[in-house]
């Protein structure tokens, strides 16, 4: 195998979310077990923005036709985006994580934050360099270093055996630093779990960042979508070192804006400028019409976002009832986000082969677990911000198939 | 300076198209000779999609609209593109270029060409690999294969020295192959010079990829907008392995859609596959609403785009015409596409400086000939598809100061 061959068959996206499309579900008939069971089909793989479901914030349509009749000067924006929409931006983003943010030398938007995360690793990581990855963790982290050439050094999250605290392992974060390790790159709230990094987690992060001199790039996509008695500490207002940490939020998720592509990184001057030259060759800018969206970001009108939260906490509270009635399904509650992470009993298939049944005999579409940690191959992820009978009525198929397949 | 500082310093942007907002105009006071000529301000760094000069698609935003209502369905697609999509542009891509297209394996909808060309050169280049690029040609070229680690091999391109042909040096061009580049990317037509290259320039590349079993990536961003007596040679049309060649296109020049931020690639099933692993961890996909833009491609309604060549033809004469008064001024006139690439007699100041002269005192963006090529120092591009008025104004006012600060 070549280099480049090598390079990309690490790159797999055949369970990544969204991509099921791509992938029959096909089986051996010899597995299944019993009939299909009848409801709704949910895909789990994502949010639903549908009006059944949550759709996206109330003006941002008229926001964007707005955008379209300005014409060029909307069309075409600076790289790191139109500099009166990063004003407005860097206020509310100021606010909202209790740091100043210079709109003109720290920000810079991107195509979905997926765009900001393949920047700022690109502007930190080069051949080579070693990163601390939390297990479990966003899918495409691992690959992004891997694309750059750089070396993952996993540092272990222990999710289910902690409460009041994410569960970092930080005798193991401090091992990644004095291993070498000169950046990292972690969710808050984690993504597959659903856990939220504690006060004093942050704080040992932020303080071994500066101890060891490492840059860190934090996703904070959910951080809005927070559950009521959740706290919530924002990196960027430690003491850490500011021009080390970059962090990453975007209107995609508890939003639903996730037709327009946008997202934002804001931090380290230095390395934003990296991204944005980065970004003159990788995309150009995120696009100039879709950009002025971001006018209803932190602006979605009184008791939006209240209602919002409280939708998605009551959802969360009956899935867990309803995984809670499985005995050996290990769920701990989601304290932000839309995702909760259950691990599974043992079952006489395997957790792929478990996946395609889902989707086969359940009409349920879900991430496995080793998109997230190869040590999570005994659990799936779902993401819930789905309609709320629909969710419950499939997360019952998801047990009683649990229960058919069990070893 | 650290090995990634040394990467982010050949990737500057501060001469790129688009940015000059961010470089204060600043020049000694004593280089200035004389008064600021009075006009309408004309910004040749890119296109103008203003209802005075050349708006969107017909029915651009309509579609958009019906995108955005359709939910869920539309925001999430394949990281390739929503398969009903790719199937019409397929078909229409596979008209122009006269070569099917497979919709399931063959193309890839991308955020902006620029997203195409990216993906397509990380696709096929790795740390170390020799590519051979055209000089001058499109500025980003040269960044996306240093950026992947790789090595440009240059092959010049005789633009002024030629007619009936592009210009390539077909000896410097095996001679690239010779010497171990196993990729070649080029714009036909060629961006920033405006020529296209000729049926037997076509065939002699595709002969030569074929023998030296070379990955061609073409960008045909312009190839719809050509001139009349024009005859356009489509490389994936010869005999040129299909394996090994891909084509860029997309909607944001002629059809004035780059407020949508849409590309294309179409070709190599192998490397499309990678693109899309790539595009996954890049920008995940196009915008989902914005995809929908393009069943508006290729189907502009009668005449429409003959209309639109003949617009940009007629500015085109008249440029030619205002840069032909001014002795010194040479400028082959565009075959395709809406740029012109004047060479300059020698000034007194440096291209740079003249680049902010005629900002401050005419008026005028424009982009200096370095971007494309080290030797095109005497050069400068100008994107024409303006206001016919405007710009024929502006020209006259950049002749008026080529003669001001002539050597």
Redesign the interface.
Known sequence: MS??DD??AR???DN?P??E??AAARIDKNTLRGESIPGIPVDFS??????T?F??TPGA?EE??E??KR??D??????RGK?EIRDGVAEKLADFTGRAISSADELII???T??A??LAVA?????GNKVAIVRPDYF?NR??VE?M?GEVVPVRLDYLGNTGRAGLDLNELEGAFLNGARTLLFSNPNNPTGVVYSKDEIQAIAELANRYGVTVIVDQLYSRLLYSGQLFSHLRATTINPANVVTIMGPSKTESL????LGVAFGSAQLIE?M???Q???????????QVVLRTWFAEGEGWMADRIRQHQLIRDDLISVLGTCSGISARPSEAGSYVFPRFPALTVSLHEFIRILRIQGGVIATPGTEFSPHSSNSIRFNFSQNHRAAVDAMRRVVQLTERYRA
Chains 1, 2 share one sequence.
């Open positions: 280099l480049i390079k990309f790159l797999a996206t990544a969204g991509q499309v791509r994502h949010g639903d923005v549908n009006a479901a759709e996206p349509f964007f036709a955008g379209v014409g060029g909307q069309a075409y924006t600076e790289y500099a991107t195509p979905g997926q765009g995360l393949f502007a930190s990581v080069t051949a495409a690959k992004l694309f050439g996730s037709g327009y592509r990296r944005e030259k980065l003159a060759i990788v995309s150009l800018r995120a696009p100039g019409y879709c």
